[in-house]
């Protein structure tokens, strides 16, 4: 073979000995019965003679570009690590993954996203809640993108095919009572003014926990800590407890429970003793903390093979799901929006061992 000449399916199938048609289905990923052996064969071939896949020719030739994006308002903490899951979920049904940051809200790169989204031609977009408008996002989806959310509470029904929400709400809950459990009769939520609908929809949970506590709970706050220093919140907390404790404390993640603790150790105050505190994401910090952090954990995996299902049951490529994607989404998959569970994990910041 010439030097000069690019390695294509022909050659590979004459190397593998097998026919053309394998080798397209095998470099496709296509769901087609094939032996393990073959495909081996294939790969293998494929890598000897440092075949490279010409994406573009490809897309144009099937009118597919199988491209999906994903805007997430940043790379820290929860973002970075459902940006990870889903690429790992796209490439394993045989598409390629472009993320995005929002870049603190910044209305010239969210221009610029969508520029560059168009310009790939997705196929499909994915978008948090928090990392576009819906005016912007409906720009995308006025272009005949199909659209799944994350993380979108309350977004228009019309925007998206489905969101697919973690249920924090119910876990701002589900933590209360257990505070209340462990004797905490004063409960206090520290939120984030500054990451929107996302502290509001913690909120709303705490909120919903305190009337289904109703009667046991004999003080309660809410506090900003974007507003507010993590000083004052203890003093805060101290007052509204009126001298009874302990003090229950719902965070809105794991770095803002963490941030507290210090600040109640500081001033003197035991935890799990005086304060009970629970955050969620559970992020490494919280078991790597001394007390350990009562916290709540993110079915990653779950939240990102739901949407992706959602997405390529919309691109009409329901026959690449396998038994396990299949099971994953059978939870209210036909309703507009999937809650993800969240799971607690109690340790130290709030019992004893």
Not at 240 to 260: E, N, Q, R, S
Request: aromatic share 6%; proline share 4%.
């Amino acid at each position: 073979m010439s030097k000069n000449r690019s390695v294509t399916i022909v050659d590979i199938a004459e190397a593998a000995g097998v026919s053309i048609a394998t080798v397209s289905n095998v470099l496709n990923r296509r769901k087609v019965p094939m032996a393990e052996e073959t495909i081996r064969k294939v790969e293998k071939a494929a890598e000897e003679l440092g075949y490279r896949r010409n994406e573009m020719a490809a897309s144009l030739s099937r009118r597919k570009s199988y491209e999906l994006g994903l805007i997430v308002p940043s790379f820290t903490g929860y973002y970075g690590r459902f940006a990870e899951e889903m690429e790992r979920m796209a490439h394993r049904y045989g598409y390629h993954m472009s993320v995005f940051s929002a870049g603190g809200y910044n209305p010239d790169m969210e221009k610029r996203h969508l520029d560059v989204l168009l310009q790939r031609r997705v196929e499909g977009l994915f978008c948090h809640g928090l990392a576009m408008s819906p005016d912007s996002t409906r720009q995308i989806v006025g272009e005949g993108t199909p659209l799944v959310l994350f993380n979108a509470w309350h977004w228009p029904e019309d925007l998206a095919v489905g969101a697919v929400n973690l249920d924090v709400g119910t876990a701002c809950v589900d933590g209360l009572k257990h505070l209340a459990e462990q004797g905490c009769r004063t409960m206090v939520y520290l939120g984030r003014s500054q990451s929107l609908a996302t502290d509001l929809e913690r909120l709303r949970g705490f909120r919903l926990g305190l009337t289904e506590l109703s009667g046991q709970v004999q003080g309660s706050a809410s506090l900003d800590v974007d507003a507010v220093s993590y000083a004052e919140c203890v003093r805060i907390a101290q007052e509204t407890a009126g001298g009874h404790g302990p003090i229950g404390v719902m965070c809105f993640d794991d770095m803002v429970a963490l941030k507290f603790m210090s600040a109640v150790l500081e001033q003197g105050y035991r935890v799990p003793e005086e304060y009970k505190i629970v955050g969620i994401n559970n992020d490494t910090i919280s078991s790597a903390c001394y007390p350990q952090l009562s916290t709540f954990d993110i079915p990653y995996g779950m939240q990102a093979q739901i949407a992706i299902g959602l997405m390529l049951r919309e691109l009409g490529e329901e026959s690449k799901l396998d038994d396990e994607q299949e099971a994953a989404e059978l939870p209210g998959v036909h309703v507009h929006e999937v809650r993800i569970p969240l799971t607690l994990v109690p340790r130290l910041s709030t019992q004893k061992e």
